[in-house]
């Protein structure tokens, strides 16, 4: 049977997602409450993989079950075995031909940044954080400009696996909220830091180094070396990936939280 699960975690004190050498992941937490539940080893696969110190607001994996246990033990047994930071918040038996990251047709990231001459305290960990003043519209006007499809070389890490650096950005967007700027993005699939390269690039502009223009200009370059630096992992969120209704998965990650993470 295959299940599939969604979980939230702070990405903090994480080594990301994918399991490596020497543990510390996500997925290595996860593998291991779900063996303690099943008596035997369980692979799992999920719609997004996060890096180091990103958090996520609705993971979706999936994994074969070789044993048949209720729902509540994948949801309420798992959870006494994970480490604090991370939660499984459902599980649902799904088709066969479902996959947490091929039945995706699209993926969503907020990226929070803490705007104001001092560091966070209570919030440490989980925004970015910019201590100078920042043109909001001209930052507004360069994410209009990330919409459509376009090739993202110049917002790809240098490891980046993915086949092609053409996606499609269905939403880019920034709304101020006091001292916190809160970037929306989705698209079609993203590159290998692109989130956080993007941030980056638009704080470039918002503190008046470079016009909105510039987008279009790095979109033409396609080179990675002409944009801003990566900007700090603190304040990413995966809110989830987007699937066809007809696979029936409880999509709702914005109950989760206060309305301004989700």
Same mark, same amino acid.
């Given at each position: ?12 004190? =994480? ?24 008596? &035997? ?56 031909? =479902? ?41 507004? !006007? ?8 376009? !090739? =993202? +070389? ?18 880019? +967007? ?9 970037? !929306? ?9 692109? &989130? ?22 790095? =979109? ?13 992992? !603190? ?6 990936? &987007? ?20």
């Amino acid at each position: 049977m295959r299940i599939a699960l969604g979980l939230e975690y702070c990405g903090t004190g =994480f080594r990301g997602w994918q399991s490596q050498a020497g543990g510390g992941t996500v997925q290595d937490a996860l593998e291991h409450a779900l063996a303690a539940i099943a008596g &035997v080893p369980v692979a799992t696969l999920c719609a997004g993989r996060t890096d180091a110190g990103v958090h996520a607001l609705l993971q979706v994996v999936h994994f074969d079950a070789a044993v048949e246990r209720p729902l509540s033990a994948w949801v309420r047994g798992a959870n006494a075995h994970l480490p604090d930071g991370v939660a499984v918040r459902w599980a649902q038996p799904v088709n066969g031909e =479902f996959h947490a990251r091929f039945s995706a047709r699209g993926r969503r990231y907020r990226y929070l940044l803490l705007n104001r001459p001092q560091r966070p305290g209570l919030w440490q960990g989980r925004v970015g954080w910019f201590h100078g003043p920042l043109d909001v519209a001209a930052m507004a !006007d360069a994410c209009g400009r990330l919409a459509g499809e376009h !090739d =993202f +070389s110049a917002f790809r890490a240098a490891g980046c696996q993915a086949k092609s650096p053409v996606k499609m950005m269905t939403r880019a +967007s920034l709304e101020r909220r006091d001292s916190l700027l809160v970037f !929306d993005f989705e698209a079609s699939a993203f590159l290998h830091h692109m &989130v956080r390269n993007l941030v980056g690039t638009l704080i470039h502009i918002g503190r008046g180094a470079e016009s909105p223009e510039w987008v279009d200009a790095l =979109f033409a370059m396609k080179d990675r070396r002409m944009a801003a630096p990566t900007f700090s992992a !603190d304040g990413l969120y995966f809110r989830g990936p &987007v699937y066809d209704a007809h696979w029936g998965l409880p999509m709702a990650a914005d109950e989760a939280g206060d309305g301004i993470v989700t």
